[in-house]
Structure formats: C-alpha cells, structure tokens
C-alpha cells in the first residue's frame, strides 16, 4: 500500500489503456516543482497528442473529467494548465490518511510486488590486484539497486564475472614468478607491464612461506579473490554468484556458443579470423571471435557468457560498467539478438569515474592506484556508500573525503543522521516508543506548517519511483537531504512535547513517520540510522 500516489498512478494507467489503447511507461506523475502547481502534476497529455496529433488541452480536459468520476474526498481539485498539464492538488484527509497507514504498515507502505528475476552483474574487475576507489562507487551503486529492486518485491541475483583469462593475468603470473625470483636471491627481471606494488610481493612471500605446491596461477586467483571479497565484505557487500570466465572456457561453453552461432549462418572466417557477423543486428562492424593464432577474444567470452545469463531464464539482465565499456554495449545486445533473444532484455549501466578530494596521504600500494580498502578504513563504511552516492551514475564523482569525516551539517549525512537523532532523543523524553503512538491523533494536525511538512514526508513514495524505474539511487539521496532540513526546520519552530496533550501526540505522530522513513530510506542505502549524536 503506497497511499494516494500509487492510487493515482494506477487510476491514470487504466485511462489511458481503456481510452487511448496505449501504455506510457511510468512513471506518469512527477511531485509538482512548485506549491501553486498542486501536489502531483502529469503531462501525459501532451506525450499522448504527439502520438495521436490532438492539441494537448483537448486530451488533458478528457483526462480530468474521467479522472475526476474516480477521486471523492482523496482531491481538492485538478487543474489544467497550458500547455495541458494536468495538476492535482491532494485533500488533507488524503494526507492523513496515509500518514495514519504508513505508521500502522511501517516501510511496507512504500514497497510494491512486481515479482521479476533480475540478474544483476557489476565490480567484475580482474583478478589482479585489490579493488580501487574506482571500483567502489560500482560496488556501492550495485548494491543500492539490488536493495531497490528487491524492495520493490523483485527476485535480484548479484553476481561477479571473474574474469581470470587471457593477458592481463598472463602478465601477473609472470610477475609473481619474477619476484619469487627476487626474494629467493635469484636474478630476476620485472618487465615494463608488469604489476608493480608492494602487494605483489606480498603475494610472492606468502607462497613461499606456506611451501604451496599447488598452481602458482590457482593459487594467486585464489588469493586475490579473498582480498576482493573482504574489500567487499567491509562495504557490506556480498554476491550471490561467482563466475569464471577460464570455466567457461575449459568446459567448452565458449566453443559451443560459437558453433551455435556458426550452425545460423553467423560465423565466418576471413584471413584466418573467425567472426560474428554483428552488423546484422545493427552493430557498427563484425568482431573477431577466434584470433588467426586460434586465441579467443574477450568478445568470445562474453557472448558465452551471456548465453549463459539467458539460459537461466531470468526476466531481465542489468549490468553495470565502467566509461571505457561504453562502446561495447551495441556489440553485446547484437550477440543477444543473434542467440534468439529479445536484446530489451539486456540494460546497461554506465558508472562514471571517481576522483578523491582529499589532503590527507592516501595509500598507493599499486603505481597510481588508490585502494579502496584505505578508503574505508579512513572514513568508515557508511560514509563511503553515502559519499558513492551523490552524483548521478552518469556524471563524474569527486569524492570528498574532508568533507565525509566532518561532525557538522555541511556533511549532509551527518545532517540525515542527526534527524534521527533528534528524533530518538525526543520519543526518550516523552518515554515512548513507536508502538505507544496512537493515529487517532493525526486528527489535531490543523496547522499548514504540519500539514506541509507531511506532504514532503510522504514524496518518499515519488523517490522510489524515481530510484527504481531509472536505476538511480541518487534520488533517495537527495529526498533524503530536502527531508533532513525541512525536519530541522520544522522541529526548530515548532516544539513538540508542549502543554497541550492532543497537539504532542499529534506532532509525535508526524515524528513516528519520519523515523521510518528515514529508517527505510537508510536501510535501502546499506546505512545504519544513528540513534544518539
């Protein structure tokens, strides 16, 4: 149950099938940028006269009036406004409504059902060294779509690609070998590509001193693998599945995916390379899939490995790279095309780069890379996913570690926190907790102030919307940061333990709400509410 909003989404869908035969994808109400515009406003007018070629007036005035035949006490009035925008103002009744709902149904009010098997894949960088600061906005943003997704009512598989094939960890065992070599006293020779950093050397000590007879490749895979997953396991971050691309490759997987694309007719070879002939499904040239010396490419691999995502029968695939992966996403939807699949199916994310703000001494323990690791333990798990969320996936991130550390409200999580805090502190001196609160209250709400700070309150639903269909966790962010100073404010002018007994608890009631939205909102985010400042 998600109060008026979810109502009104639905009831303005099931217009637009019943009358117009079309489906616009939500969501179709946005929070109204402006009080004089109402609460909700919707221009799906003027998206459904560029389809049918009306004037947008004329189908926002049909819309009203079916919307309308729907709405008793829930609106004060809708309105049009050039050019057929369609705004709608929500009665207080509406408000309190679902102010007394969430309080009984708690985060359950925001959630929905939609059910879907979602396979999520995102970090998968190479085993060869501990993960970067780079890497940890994916690992962090992957893991708030997971949480928003399965808040949602989706079943959300995380998975790692282990990509332990190929050059990259070629160069790596060579230079684990050559600095065995070193410590052993032997000549030794590090090459220009080689991996340079003290880990390396860590690695090469450790497998002497443990007289591993094992692989020496299986053996640094295996140890790095672990410093992966203890870099994740300190962000609160766990797959669900591991998948190796070298497994891939040694059962056969690789070279039957090929053959089933050479069986349709979309393999060829041509001086001694074998490709795909990816044109054919609207990339911008055919690709390489076995080299002239009969060595794979990634692009072999990754076919394959979809393939392999496909035949799982999840309902969709969302991946999350890095910038330089922008141009392969034509190629991979070509190969989903060509297995048989709808290439839909398949959402990419681009994750920009992160720079770090900062004037303390990071440590660099591989050339110019700075590991995440030092960035949790300098400022702490909770603000390194909070600060890994205030940008837009798309947009470059300048993480600034000063500012994440400081006790005071220019750190806007330290500001969120700090809310509930406030808000801890108050329900202790009234000796209540949020089973004590009684709804009948809500009723001594009169004030516009409260009133207003309500209707901000419940655009948390509007947030998650937002978050969800577009991927976006920065939403919650920023609801999050608009929710803290309109607290502030709120609490600042208006005292809420006062004389008048009916006004106290009505007052806690509105602080019993943002308690749990704050608590929902931060528990989407992977970040513990502080209770005492």
Known sequence: MRGFYQKFSEILNDIIK???????????????????????????????????????????????????????????????????????????????????????????????????????????????????????????????????????GNIVEKEYYINDYGK????????????????????????????????????????????????????????????????????????????????????????????????????????GSKWFCSTKFGDDKDRVVIKSDKELTYFACDIAYHKNKLERNYQKLINLWGPDHHGYIKRVKSAIEALGYDKEILKIIIIQLVTLKTKEKMSKRKGKVIFLSDLVQRIGKDATRFYYLLRKNSSHLEFDTQLAQEASFNNALYYIQYANARIESIFKKAKLNGKDIDVTFTKYLDQEEEINYLRILLQFSNCLDKAYYTLEPVFIIEFLKTLATNFHKFYERNKVLCEDKNKTYARLTLLEATRIVLHCALKILGIKPVEKM
Request: net charge negative.
């Open 18 to 152: 019943n009358n117009y035969e079309v489906e616009l994808g939500p969501p179709l109400w946005e929070v109204s940028a402006c009080k004089e515009f109402g609460d909700l406003s919707s221009m799906v007018a003027l998206r459904l006269a560029s389809k049918f070629k009306k004037e947008p007036l004329e189908i926002a005035t049909d819309l009203k009036l079916k919307l309308v035949n729907y709405f008793k006490d829930e609106v004060e009035k809708i309105e049009i406004i050039k050019p057929g925008f369609i705004n709608i103002f929500v009665s207080k009744k509406a408000l309190l409504d679902s102010l007394n709902t969430l309080i009984k149904e708690k985060e359950n009010f925001f959630k929905n059902n939609f059910k879907e098997r979602v396979l999520l894949e995102f970090v998968s960088a190479n085993p060869t060294g501990p993960l970067s600061v780079a890497h940890g906005r994916q690992a962090v943003v992957g893991d708030v779509i997971a949480n928003i997704l399965k808040f949602y």
């Open 168 to 271: 990259q960890i070629e160069v790596l065992i060579s230079t684990v070998k050559e600095r065995i070599k070193e410590i052993k006293g032997e000549d030794f020779c590090i090459s220009q590509d080689a991996y340079l950093g003290e880990y390396v050397k860590d690695i090469a000590k450790t497998y002497l001193e443990k007289r591993e007879t094992t692989d020496l490749e299986n053996f640094v895979i295996d140890y790095i693998l672990s410093w992966i997953k203890k870099d994740l396991k300190a962000l609160d971050i766990e797959f669900d599945n591991w998948i190796s691309q070298k497994k891939l490759i040694n059962d056969g997987y690789v070279e039957k995916t090929i053959s089933f694309l050479n069986e349709k007719g979309l393999i060829y070879e041509n001086e």
